[in-house]
């Protein structure tokens, strides 16, 4: 099967690895770079001003990432659409055992280990919840998806994940499944009024979901929207983060100058508060300059998406790039105040290897879906 | 195929909205992250300053309380104490319960640990047990291992090295209350006290001083990370009173097992030299909280030890008050010195008897015979021709019920009746209460401050209050020579004659305290007994022979007696109520010639005004 496949493509274009590799775009990798450059940096000053032990560990593990992400890249789409159920499948089942088995932190159940480190499977189930539902609608003819009962299986592909989610509990990572999720329906064609139907059903249910929230996650919504009501206690991160950025103004405190990183008012600085602390040290400036660059990786993958020619990996290439932008959009928004906290790091970054190793996950599916954007990839129901 | 494109346009579309509504979201984010950074910063720059840099506050130690001779009344000792930093802790109930296997902690002291836990951080320390001995603070360092977080420190405490001695004028410090801590910050530190009563109260601010503050860097769990700028505060300063310990300590003595209060004044200037009251309590107890128990105890007694029964006992001054009568009456020309009253025994006006206390009658009598005998119908006649609000003028202008610039906190201006009051209860005033007022019963209530007042008014004829306050950090405060205070007005003649009745009344014979004459030779003690019934005596009572003291404790007289010495160029004035003691002549003149015996013993250096020959020549 697999050699069949090889033929084929070799059959279309120059298909070698060299023509692969040839076909990466190495702009794209460079602006990665880049982004975990500045997580290098971020790293170094949330340290004091030195490598150990965040910054040095980060840049391992990104050059790790990167041959990952390449090597994925080179994978064919097609292979990659086949095992997009399968993958699919672990992901649930992963969900399920972090419930049943895993590890206990901040008052939810959502890390698993695995070789010494400790993983989140919602992080994985968000890209596999992508191919999943980009291979469903990838059969889709235009026909097929203005029949209503066609999309009920993939809103179920959807609410099962975020179920699961739900019960961690991980509300944030929750919501961003669903997000994702309705990107990829809007991507495929369905009717916005249908998707804004189901929205409005999912605003219909969220007083009553939030009868069955943890206190923890009330308190982070009641926090949010009135943080100084508890400055020592869930507000206190809101508040310093906010300190800690204003203090910064329009040019900054300078590299490594920032006193309320360095002075640990600041909490996760390393992790979920990383942007804060390059704000403080590089002001208004450097603040909006690594917006702009989040913003050029995230429009390039939407120009993955419109350049590929098969639904499946513009599909794929959407749904990835809302992801990233969920990353940066929640955790910028929620070091700004502008909504509750919630452990999401900053893409490349953050310190954090499971997070790291699943953003260039994502990232190699984002590049093969390039690599790939000619192939032809028939959605084989036409013919029927 | 045009299926196909139909689809790719659709998402062509659709994924330019998407990217678009991505743009629009990362540019709120851009405009959030201004509003924050530019247009707020100014704020948050404040605050994060104030973030990094923390203040602390150090206490200084409390100023001392001093007698007028530099003797310490109240001083500090150190006070060592155990302390719990629950961050040091593994696990704070763990070490909580090795620390009560050999320091046992109370369940109220367990309790308020707990509660203090909760409320403060982790790394403030927490007092566990102050006043360790030897012994605990050995037991603690020996198990050290096994109190992880537990550490000795030694800080300062209260104390009172009289004791009970001067505890009513001294006063105690007890723990600040949430409402003391909100006014000065100082007071949320560990081992701070506030001064609750008597001097202590009085002096508070001067004692406490100002707490100095350390600037430090901190980090976001409060750890120092250096030392910024260091601001000294102010010492609590000390405060020398008018009070001589030494003889305070006699006076306390001579009133020994009693219920009783006196006051020692230096009538030219109204400094208070002694202000005993027994039985009394240790101030020291109030340091640390003291027990329901004892509290309960000390409350139920009917001797009341936490009054400070010289300032804030008020008692119907009886014969004492007569002075002041008489001269109301002279002033108001009801009377002249030398005007005679005839007293058979009684006084009868409108339907009603009042008896004299001698039964048989004084015959006529003068002021000073009156004053000599204590006739108490010829003051029923002076008090009723003067009218009752001339005597409560009079009565003011001594210091009797009007508010005294005393600085003592509690002292109670005891009270005078005029007819005003009397209307303002909607009642007439009758002219039967004035006459009962003439013997200082009646509404009358004074206090044994107020009545050595008025002897020391009557005594040097200038308006001195009485005041505990001799200096502040070593400044004297106005108020310490006699020009400081005013005359009084009232014409020495009229003066000089009540004085003379008060001379008789103990250095003559017949005199009510002949028992109080001064054994100094070239001395003279001139006085004035009292006693006061604490119920009313029937007729049927005094037919059948009644004698006061065969009534139980709490139903007899109060005795009382005022004095001031030397006769002559007066000096000292003292005043004391004995509870339930009984007669004035028998219980309270001979502890007033003892105090005043010590007084003019004790001090005879000081004294100024040389003895005059004319007291000598009427030996």
Not at chain 1, 72 to 81: C, G, N, P, S, T
Not at chain 2, 502 to 519: D, R
Request: hydrophobic content about 45%; overall charge positive.
């Amino acid at each position: 099967m697999a050699l069949m496949e090889r033929r084929l493509i070799r059959a279309e274009i120059d298909f070698g690895i060299a023509g692969k590799l040839w076909r990466i775009s190495w702009l794209y990798v460079v602006l990665l770079c880049l982004l975990a450059g500045v997580g290098y940096a971020a790293l170094y000053t949330a340290a004091g001003g030195q490598a150990e032990p965040f910054a040095s560990k980060h840049i391992i593990r990104f050059g790790f990432g990167l041959v990952l992400m390449v090597g994925i890249a080179l994978i064919d789409i097609r292979l990659i659409a086949k095992l997009s159920w399968l993958t699919y499948a672990a992901g649930v089942v992963l969900l399920t055992l972090v419930l049943r088995m895993g590890h206990v932190g901040k008052g939810a159940q959502r890390w698993i280990e695995l070789g010494g480190t400790l993983w989140q499977p919602s992080e994985f189930m968000k890209i596999v919840l992508v191919l999943a539902l980009a291979h469903w609608f990838h059969r889709a003819s235009w026909e097929r998806m203005g029949n209503p009962l066609f999309l009920i299986p993939p809103i179920l592909t959807v609410l099962l994940p975020v179920g699961l989610i739900l019960k961690e509990p991980n509300l944030g990572t929750a919501v961003i499944c669903a997000v994702i999720g309705g990107a990829v329906f809007l991507g495929a064609g369905v009717r916005w009024w249908k998707v804004a139907l189901v929205v409005a059903a999912i605003g219909i249910a969220a007083p009553i979901a939030y009868d069955h929230l943890h206190d923890y996650q009330r308190a982070r919504i009641m926090t949010f929207m009135d943080p100084e009501s508890d400055p020592l206690g869930a507000g206190y991160n809101i508040i310093q983060s906010r300190i800690a950025l204003g203090s910064g103004g329009m040019w900054g405190k300078g590299f490594l100058q920032g006193t309320q990183g360095h002075l640990n008012f600041l909490p996760e600085k390393q992790t979920d508060f990383i942007f804060t602390m390059l704000a403080e040290e590089f002001g208004f400036v450097g603040g909006i300059g690594l917006i702009g660059l989040l913003a050029v990786i995230i429009i390039g993958g939407m120009l993955i998406a419109l350049r590929c020619r098969h639904q499946y990996g513009r599909l794929v290439a959407l749904g990835l790039s809302m992801n990233f932008f969920m990353y940066v959009f929640v955790n910028i928004a929620m070091v700004t105040g502008s909504i509750p906290v919630g452990g999401v790091p900053l893409p490349l970054v953050s310190h954090g290897g499971s997070a790291m190793i699943m953003v260039m996950i994502g990232m190699g599916l984002l590049m093969s879906v390039h690599v790939h954007r000619d192939v032809e990839f028939p959605d084989g129901r036409e013919d029927l | 195929m045009k299926r196909e494109s139909k689809r790719t346009g659709v998402f062509t579309r659709r994924a330019l909205l998407i990217a678009g509504g991505q743009l629009a979201a990362l540019g709120y984010l851009g405009a959030r992250l201004y509003q924050v950074q530019v247009e707020e910063g100014a704020r948050y720059s404040t605050l994060a300053e104030a973030n990094r840099i923390s203040t602390r506050l150090i206490a200084p130690p409390r100023g001392r309380l001093l007698d007028r001779f530099g003797t310490v009344i109240a001083g500090n000792r150190q006070n060592w104490r155990a302390l719990l930093i629950a961050e040091q802790a593994d696990d704070v109930g763990v070490t909580l319960d090795a620390f009560a296997r050999y320091i046992p902690l109370a369940d109220h002291e367990r309790a308020r640990i707990d509660r203090e836990l909760r409320r403060r951080r982790r790394y403030i320390p927490i007092i566990l047990r102050e006043f360790l001995t030897w012994e605990d603070m050995a037991r603690i360092e020996v198990n050290a291992p096994e109190l992880p977080g537990v550490m000795v420190d030694v800080g300062t405490t209260r104390q009172y090295p009289l004791g009970p001695q001067l505890a009513h004028v001294v006063g105690y410090v007890a723990p600040p209350n949430e409402a003391d801590a909100a006014e000065d910050t100082m007071l949320a530190l560990p081992g701070m006290r506030v001064g609750r009563a008597g001097m202590e109260r009085t002096h508070d601010a001067i004692l406490r001083g100002r707490a100095g503050a350390v600037q430090l860097e901190v980090n976001a769990v409060g750890r120092v990370i250096r030392e910024l700028d260091r601001q000294e505060g102010t010492q609590g300063r000390d405060v020398t009173l008018t009070i001589d310990a030494a003889l305070q300590t006699q006076v306390l003595g001579r009133l020994g097992e009693e219920s009783a209060s006196a006051v020692v004044m230096d009538a030219r200037n109204g400094e208070v030299l002694a202000m005993a009251t027994t039985p009394s309590f240790d101030p020291s107890l109030f340091n640390s909280g003291i027990s329901q128990a004892q509290w309960v105890e000390w409350t139920n007694n009917r001797r009341a030890p936490l009054i400070n029964k010289a300032a804030s006992g008020l008692y119907a001054p009886g014969s004492t008050y007569k002075m002041v009568v008489a001269l109301a009456g002279l002033e108001a020309k009801a009377i002249t010195v030398n005007d005679r009253v005839n007293c058979p025994g009684y006084l009868d006006y409108g339907d009603r008897r009042y008896h004299c206390w001698s039964k048989g009658g004084h015959g006529m009598m003068d002021l000073r015979g009156a004053l000599k005998n204590s006739c108490d119908v010829y003051f029923y006649e002076v008090a009723r021709r003067t009218g009752i609000d001339k005597m409560a003028a009079m009565s003011n202008r001594f210091g009797l019920g009007t508010k005294l610039a005393v600085d003592l906190p509690g002292t109670r201006q005891g009270f005078v009746p005029t007819r005003a009051w009397r209307a303002g209860q909607g009642k007439a005033w009758n002219i039967g209460d004035t006459i009962v007022c003439g013997i200082g019963q009646g509404y009358l209530q004074l206090s044994p401050l107020a009545l050595a007042t008025m002897t020391a008014r009557l005594a040097t004829g200038r308006a001195v209050d009485p005041h505990v306050t001799r200096a502040i950090a070593g400044a004297a405060v106005p108020g310490g020579r006699p020009e400081d205070w005013p005359s009084m007005g009232v014409p020495e003649r009229q003066l000089a004659a009540v004085r003379e009745g008060m001379w008789a009344v103990v250095n003559e014979q017949g005199g009510t305290a002949p028992i109080a004459k001064l054994e100094i030779p070239g001395v003279q003690m001139a006085g004035k007994t009292g006693s006061v019934q604490v119920r009313n005596v029937t007729r049927e009572q005094r037919e059948k022979g009644y004698k006061s003291e065969n009534l139980p404790w709490e139903l007899r007289p109060h005795a009382l007696f005022v004095a001031f010495a030397p006769y002559d160029a007066p000096r000292y004035a003292v005043a004391l109520v004995v509870e339930h003691g009984n007669a004035g002549s028998a219980a309270a003149a001979p502890i007033g010639r003892d105090i005043m015996t010590d007084v003019l013993t004790r001090d005879p250096a000081h004294r100024v005004e040389p003895l005059s020959p004319r007291v000598a020549g009427r030996n």
